[in-house]
């Protein structure tokens, strides 16, 4: 008996560094976030993958331009050994259909309330294609930058209606106060050439987004062919702060797919 509980351990000694080899072969995940927040916006998300064993990364995104924005990320991506699968949410959907452009370790793209603009479109003229934005009039008056062009916030006053109706209000203004602004080229920079064409793709968004029109989202998802389009309830612009389970479990369906 003892011999058999002791080969037992040894058994289970020698099973471990396998386990532990199958849980790191999940993709990394990478999230980007978009304009007017930051990477703390996927909190809630990252804490749910890393407890599901995912690794994660939170991209650095500049806001500055489009092209620029995505080489930014593509090197991120491009330093990570093994599959990825690239996250984006509002702008930052523009930016990781640029970035995993040529990329192949990128097995898959999700669009979290996210712009998948084609070749030659804009976020700004993706916003106007469909009604239902009310994101100009919250804009506060342009801050005039040194090297040129502007770089554009939301009213902190407005944000919480605007960006983040279905958060509490106490952390609506905490985001407001920290929010990241985007330089305003970067909203009519046009996109060369979509991932999304071949990369497979997964879309969630709510249905109370007043940033970008859920209408130009179920356009986007549908022209991109995605895998599984989620619509949530009640949902503003960051359904990743405000249902965080159902866009972590998107990004897990994603990364599971195959």
């Given at each position: 008996m003892k011999k058999l509980i002791a080969g037992g351990?040894?058994?289970?000694?020698?099973?471990?560094?396998?386990?532990?080899?199958?849980?790191?072969?999940?993709?990394?995940?990478?999230?980007?976030?978009g304009?007017?927040?930051?990477?703390?916006?996927?909190?809630?998300v990252i804490a749910i993958l890393e407890r599901d064993g995912y690794p994660v990364?939170?991209?650095?995104?500049?806001?500055?331009?489009?092209?620029?924005?995505?080489?930014?990320?593509?090197?991120l991506v491009k330093s990570i050994q093994g599959p990825v699968v690239l996250v984006g949410h509002s702008y930052g959907g523009s930016v990781?259909?640029?970035?995993?452009?040529?990329v192949p370790n990128v097995k898959a793209l999700v669009y979290v309330a996210a712009f998948a603009p084609e070749a030659?479109?804009?976020?700004?003229?993706?916003?106007?294609?469909?009604?239902?934005?009310?994101?100009?009039?919250?804009?506060?008056?342009?801050?005039?930058?040194?090297?040129?062009?502007?770089?554009?916030?939301?009213?902190?006053?407005?944000?919480?209606?605007?960006?983040?109706?279905?958060?509490?209000?106490?952390e609506a203004r905490l985001m407001a106060v920290g929010q990241r602004p985007i330089a305003d080229a970067a909203l009519s920079e046009a996109s060369t050439a979509p991932a999304w064409k071949h990369v497979p793709s997964w879309f969630i968004y709510g249905d109370k987004d007043r940033n970008?029109?859920?209408?130009?989202?179920?356009?986007?998802?549908?022209?991109?062919?995605?895998?599984?389009t989620v619509v949530v309830k009640g949902a503003s612009h960051v359904v990743m702060v405000s249902n965080a389970p159902a866009v972590a479990g998107l990004i897990e369906k994603a990364a599971t797919a195959r």
């Open positions: 351990l040894l058994f289970a000694t020698v099973l471990a560094p396998v386990a532990a080899q199958a849980q790191a072969a999940k993709p990394t995940v990478v999230l980007v976030h304009a007017f927040a930051d990477s703390s916006s996927w909190n809630g990364v939170a991209a650095p995104n500049p806001l500055r331009g489009v092209r620029a924005d995505a080489d930014v990320v593509g090197d990781i259909s640029e970035a995993a452009e040529g030659g479109e804009t976020a700004l003229g993706l916003t106007g294609k469909f009604p239902g934005s009310t994101l100009a009039p919250a804009l506060a008056p342009p801050v005039k930058l040194t090297t040129g062009g502007n770089d554009l916030y939301i009213l902190q006053a407005r944000f919480h209606d605007q960006f983040a109706a279905d958060v509490p209000a106490a970008i029109p859920p209408a130009a989202q179920a356009f986007m998802a549908e022209r991109a062919q995605s895998r599984q």
